[in-house]
């Protein structure tokens, strides 16, 4: 699953365009009070300071770098592994007959992935395979996020190849391409 963001984060895009109408127009209240020695009309003022709020609005809900910078990484984390699980949840992961499934989720906003095996691959896969491929997930800003990606997906097919041989009555219960999922 490809999510280009985990949540929309709007609260904090609201709140910087708050603080920067704020600024504005204590800024340009006083700069025209000493150039002018007198302020000008405040309902101009409040209008262009909510104009120069709405655009730093827009430029950081747009922006996805500015956006980023507004987010703790604590906040991100959060929302990335609360979707991973919902989406875990929805998609009838676990409702596989084997319990064999895998959800790998990818949020390009929160540069994060999540590697959520179900019961039965945690039961036949050495947990200490498993920390090794989400380890290497982990390490996105060490290489290109394309190649983490296909390499864990090629050791967690070898690992479920061993686990989970292939029987003449199997049928693919989940769809192998990946899914786009907006926030």
């Not at 984060?9 to 340009?28: D, N």
């Not at 730093?56 to 500015?66: N, Q």
Request: net charge negative; glycine share 6%.
């Amino acid at each position: 699953m490809l999510a280009p963001a985990s949540d929309r984060y709007e609260g904090r895009v609201i709140k910087t365009g708050g603080a920067a109408a704020v600024l504005s127009f204590v800024a340009l209240y006083w700069i025209n009070d000493w150039l002018y020695g007198m302020p000008l009309d405040p309902l101009l003022l409040l209008l262009e300071a909510g104009a120069i709020g709405a655009a730093i609005s827009l430029l950081f809900a747009r922006v996805a770098r500015l956006r980023r910078l507004l987010i703790p990484k604590w906040r991100m984390s959060a929302a990335v592994n609360v979707v991973a699980h919902s989406i875990f949840s929805e998609e009838n992961i676990c409702l596989t007959k084997d319990r064999n499934a895998v959800l790998l989720y990818v949020s390009v906003l929160e540069g994060e992935m999540r590697l959520m095996p179900d019961i039965g691959v945690r039961q036949k896969v050495h947990d200490a395979k498993l920390g090794e491929i989400e380890a290497h997930l982990a390490n996105a800003e060490h290489g290109d996020p394309t190649d983490l990606v296909v390499n864990a997906l090629n050791e967690l097919a070898q690992c479920c190849k061993k686990c989970f041989p292939h029987r003449d009555d199997d049928e693919n219960e989940l769809p192998d391409r990946p899914q786009i999922r907006l926030p």
